[in-house]
């Protein structure tokens, strides 16, 4: 049994008739990396507040290990963060900077100046001790930021969308430099991201938020393979969702074809479904389809990417997406226009609640 | 137009020139006349020569030393109160003032908009000795029956602290309202309570705010002679009350003129002190 770090129980936020955080229980075991995924205005910023001390919770307990800190100020809390805007302290070095912490807690000046060394060394910024905030690059500030956190070594590290502010090619630098600091110190990241890309490359565990309440948690590529709901299927990648009915372990879509699905991704669903798949997992080829094992359609769009294609075809069971990998040489599949079918391994399926009215 | 495009070097000068003729016309001269004036003597009868004689200075330093020690005493004493009690004031409104921020700094200012005269004379009234401050102290025995307010070192000082009180708050107010309130978030994610927060973060990133409060205070406090003359005795004078004497009453200009050089270079002298003291570094940020 791994000891659980952070653990949230029934909290819920209002800002006056507003409701940020709705009934949100999670919890966190120690030295993982936890990602709070969703759009802005989902509450997981709100939520990473709470764990910080930032905000107290409307309703529901905050737990970091077996300690209730609902109510405790954030300087009483073994937690830190990496600010959005990364709030280091101008008027400080940053090799002050990263020291404030140690410094509070009374650690000794000899011992402060070592881990401060230390964590400098961790982010890459040996030698950047003695310059001021203003005089480092947004990057080598981000690191600072992360520096002056992580020295203190807190029960749990918050990122509050950390590297919202970089370029792409930095952020994607940063993800992995994130990953491998995190594995290398251990300490348990709770991290808040509206990039599911970033989420995926970095998180050991995902809760997808929408609107205050947690839509799924677990494992990128159990987000990934089989979302529970519609907001999941569609925040993380694209999906094909068809809409229709459970009916003896397969859906009947609305023009009666019957579509075979993953047993186990069933669950215990019954009546009104959507049966999801990915555009990449669908292979296309020219002519008719042999009746009742896949889907016919017609081709309306297609955009030609280089490393693969992707088409829009026009089913009897809706609109379907198709990105086919261009792994063999030659011309392409299908052509506007042209009479395409359309299959896939049931087992790449997952079904999500069907369309609400 | 032509000439400017074949010298393109001679634009800064150009662009600068005027402000060097202002300074040139209306600083660096008349300094030049106070210096000189200052190496003077004689009277205003048989007229003045250039004797560069030091006793103005050597005369000043030691019959006005009391009013010279005064001033600075009183300013000090001024610019100390006026900081401390605009500092939490212009912090509550910059930081928490909200909707109601500028209504509220155009409420410190609005005072300010009657003139210093006026402002200086209704102290007189506020401090009276039949008036309802006083008649209150005496009731509840804080000053003694017969003891007044009006004409005491504390009605001077208090003036000055009220009349140059703007001039503490608005540099304050301006660095405060500047401030990023997310650092106190950082702050206090770092183990650092409200007050240390305050300590370590809030006043220092305010410093160069409360650097140029208490020199645009102070510098004019210890010149000031309209509050010891309307709300003090003769031995409330101060520095400014004597220059101003020996100019206008006595007429004995070289000795105005070394008091005047003297309150310059000691005001100089001590802006240079405690600049060094706050640290310059961190006053440029």
């Known amino acids: ?357 | 137009m032509g000439y400017l495009r074949r010298h393109p070097r001679a634009v800064p000068y150009l662009l600068i020139a005027p402000g060097l003729i202002w300074l040139g016309l209306l600083f660096v001269v008349p300094l030049y006349y106070l210096l000189s004036t200052s190496l003077q003597s004689g009277d205003i009868y048989e007229g003045f020569r250039q004797t560069f004689s030091w006793s103005n200075y050597s005369e000043m330093a030691s019959q006005y030393r009391p009013q010279l020690v005064r001033s600075i005493q009183y300013a000090a004493i001024a610019t100390l109160a006026a900081l401390v009690i605009a500092y939490p004031l212009v912090y509550f409104i910059a930081r928490r003032g909200g909707q109601w921020k500028s209504l509220l700094l155009v409420l410190l200012i609005a005072p300010f908009f009657v003139t210093y005269l006026i402002r200086t004379l209704a102290w007189q009234t506020i401090l009276a000795d039949e008036g309802l401050i006083v008649g209150v102290l005496r009731d509840v025995g804080l000053i003694a029956d017969d003891g007044r307010l009006l004409a005491t070192s504390f009605a001077v000082v208090a003036g000055i602290t009220y009349n140059y009180f703007p001039f503490m708050a608005l540099p304050i107010y301006v660095a405060l309202e500047q401030f990023d309130g997310r650092l106190l978030e950082a702050a206090g994610d770092l183990y650092a309570n409200p007050l240390k927060a305050f300590l370590r973060v809030t006043l220092p990133i305010s410093l160069p705010g409360v650097f140029a409060g208490t020199l645009t205070t102070f510098i004019p406090a210890m010149g000031d002679f309209v509050n010891a003359q309307l709300l003090g005795t003769p031995k409330q004078y101060m520095i400014g009350n004597v220059i101003q004497s020996k100019f206008l009453v006595v007429v004995d200009y070289p000795l105005a003129s070394a008091g005047a050089v003297m309150l310059m270079a000691l005001i100089l002298v001590g802006v240079f002190l405690y600049a060094r003291a706050l640290g310059t570094e961190r006053l440029t940020g």
């Open chain 1, 1 to 357: 049994m791994t000891e659980i770090d952070v653990r949230l129980e029934g909290v819920t936020k209002r800002f006056g008739e507003f409701t940020a955080v709705d009934d949100v229980s999670l919890e966190i075991p120690r030295g993982s990396f936890f990602a709070m995924l969703g759009p802005s205005g989902c509450g997981k910023t709100t939520t990473l507040r709470m764990i910080g001390g930032f905000e107290e919770p409307t309703a529901g307990t905050v737990l970091l290990g077996d300690q209730d800190v609902s109510l405790l100020p954030p300087y009483k809390r073994d937690v830190n963060t990496v600010f959005q805007s990364y709030a280091l302290f101008p008027h400080l070095s940053v090799e002050d900077n990263v020291g404030f912490g140690l410094r509070e807690h009374g650690v000794p000046k000899a011992e402060r100046a070592t881990r401060v060394a230390e964590a400098l060394d961790l982010v890459d910024l040996e030698g950047y001790g003695k310059r001021k905030p203003r005089q480092l690059s947004g990057g080598q500030q981000q690191r600072v930021a992360l520096a002056r956190a992580l020295v203190n070594r807190p029960r749990v590290l918050l990122l509050d969308e950390p590297l919202g502010a970089l370029d792409l090619k930095l952020r994607r630098q940063m993800q992995l430099e994130l990953k491998r600091i995190q594995q290398e110190v251990g300490i348990t990241f709770v991290h808040v991201t509206h990039d599911q890309e970033e989420a995926m490359t970095m998180a050991d565990q995902i809760a997808v938020m929408n609107e205050g309440r947690i839509e799924q948690l677990g494992g990128p590529t159990e987000l990934y393979e089989r979302p529970e709901t519609a907001f999941v299927a569609g925040f993380l990648g694209v999906s094909n969702l068809i809409a229709g009915r459970l009916d003896g372990g397969d859906v009947v879509a609305a023009d009666g074809s019957r579509l075979a699905v993953a047993p186990d991704a069933v669950g215990g669903r019954s009546g009104a479904v959507r049966l999801g798949i990915r555009p990449e997992k669908i292979s296309i080829a020219g002519g008719d389809a042999p009746a009742g094992a896949s889907v016919a359609g017609t081709v309306r769009e297609y955009a030609y990417v280089g490393v693969a294609t992707q088409y829009v075809v026009d089913t009897a069971v809706g609109e379907i997406q198709v990105f086919h990998q261009n792994a063999t040489p030659g011309m392409q599949v299908a052509q506007p226009g042209s009479r395409v079918t359309l299959t896939w391994d049931p087992q790449a399926t997952f079904l999500v609640e069907g369309e609400t009215q």
